[in-house]
């Protein structure tokens, strides 16, 4: 079942303003809308207020939706899962949200939804010095690979990447 359209609005809203475009790490409408057809993606929507919306279900066919959540969406994040593990693919709040503890709650509840749907292993990749990874950090995601020069900014330099787990004990 396709995604509500409000909810690709709602992500790419937010995608428009949190992700700098040095980095070419957004998505576009499509990818996303095309990634929510998969049944193996799932995502979340965050409130201003910490509301979390309803996400994609993986074992019932109701509608999945951004009810409760009001004319404002802070943040969301976008998974996938292969197996027992889940890879966090996008997560980001708008940047006049930050620092409120609203992406602390969205990856609390990214855990926590992976956790309940059997994931043994959570993983995720971003920028050497993201200051995400204070965050990450503090959840319990280790680094456990690297890639160099990975990322390519648009005045060509080049970062690594870091891949993080977190094993679900
Ligand atoms: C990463 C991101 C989602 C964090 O969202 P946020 O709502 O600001 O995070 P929180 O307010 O919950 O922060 C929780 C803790 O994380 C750490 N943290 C978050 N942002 C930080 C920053 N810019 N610098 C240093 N530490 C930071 C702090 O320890 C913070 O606790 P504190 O505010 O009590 O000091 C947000 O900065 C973002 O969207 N960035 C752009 C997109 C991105 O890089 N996504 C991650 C891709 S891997």
């Not at 709602?10 to 576009?28: H, K, L, Q, T």
């Not at 996303?32 to 979340?44: C, E, I, M, N, P």
């Not at 950090?137 to 390519?152: K, T």
Request: negative net charge.
């Amino acid at each position: 079942m396709p995604p509500p359209l409000d909810d690709v609005d709602r992500i790419m809203d937010v995608m428009e303003c949190a992700f700098s475009p040095e980095y070419g790490e957004a998505w576009n409408r499509r990818q996303v809308s095309d990634s929510l057809l998969l049944g193996t993606v799932h995502y979340a929507l965050i409130g201003p207020d910490g509301t979390i919306a309803p996400q994609h279900p993986e074992t019932s066919d109701a509608c999945p939706s951004a009810g409760g959540l009001g004319d404002t969406t802070a943040g969301f994040y976008l998974s996938r899962s292969v197996l027992d593990e889940e890879e966090l693919l996008l997560f980001a709040i708008a940047p006049e949200f930050r620092r409120r503890g609203l992406g602390r709650t969205l990856l609390i509840h990214f855990i926590i939804n992976a956790t309940e749907r059997g994931k043994k292993r959570l993983f995720l990749e971003m920028r050497h010095n993201n200051p995400a990874g204070v965050l990450y950090a503090a959840h319990g995601f280790r680094p456990i690979g690297l890639r160099p020069r990975y990322y390519r900014t648009l005045n060509g330099d080049r970062l690594d990447a870091i891949t993080q787990e977190l094993v679900i004990e």
